[in-house]
């Protein structure tokens, strides 16, 4: 699930084109939880300055992609000038994380070791591919470490001692 914390807040997606003329806006989600934030969500943070806004209605579309009414938004051109825009929410006031979900942002920063317990560097980034997520480890003196999001290579995400573990195969970190 990808959700990025600045300042308390997640990022949840972006503002697409106006859907119709009453100022309904397309919300293309990040979200591993719409549902969530459909029965909950009251306000929005939107853009560089995060500017409040009461959302007034929020539906799904299709998968990925949710409409948005916004009180203070009324028309078609007040819509189209948010169009590009990133979308924020509280951080309390996203969906209940299960035992084994996590934010990427507490990812991002852990130290990366092995199931052996040597040091293999610092997690730099998650990246998302059509095929899943590569945790990019950056490695002193050396080439970063890319290694696929899966459970035969990530064994343990320990968020509260800020590790993560590894069980490499030959070929994975060289």
Do not use: C
Not at 82 to 107: K, N, S, W
Request: aromatic share 6%.
């Amino acid at each position: 699930m990808l959700w990025v914390v600045m300042d308390d807040l997640l990022y949840i997606g972006a503002l697409g084109a106006p859907f119709g003329v009453r100022g309904q806006i397309r919300l293309h989600s990040i979200s591993s939880h719409p549902e969530h934030l459909i029965r909950h969500l009251r306000t929005v943070f939107i853009g560089p300055k995060r500017v409040p806004h009461q959302v007034s209605r929020l539906y799904m579309h299709k998968p990925g992609l949710l409409i948005i009414q916004l009180q203070t938004i009324t028309d078609r051109d007040a819509a189209a000038d948010l169009r590009g825009e990133e979308v924020y929410i509280a951080a309390a006031d996203a969906a209940p994380l299960a035992a084994d979900e996590f934010f990427y942002h507490d990812v991002i920063g852990m130290q990366a070791v092995t199931d052996s317990g040597e040091d293999i560097g610092e997690v730099r980034d998650i990246l998302e591919t059509g095929a899943g997520e590569i945790v990019v480890i950056t490695r002193r003196g050396r080439p970063d470490a890319l290694v696929p999001m899966v459970r035969d290579f990530i064994v343990a995400i320990d968020v509260g001692e800020r590790r993560l573990v590894i069980r490499p195969i030959a070929g994975l970190l060289d």
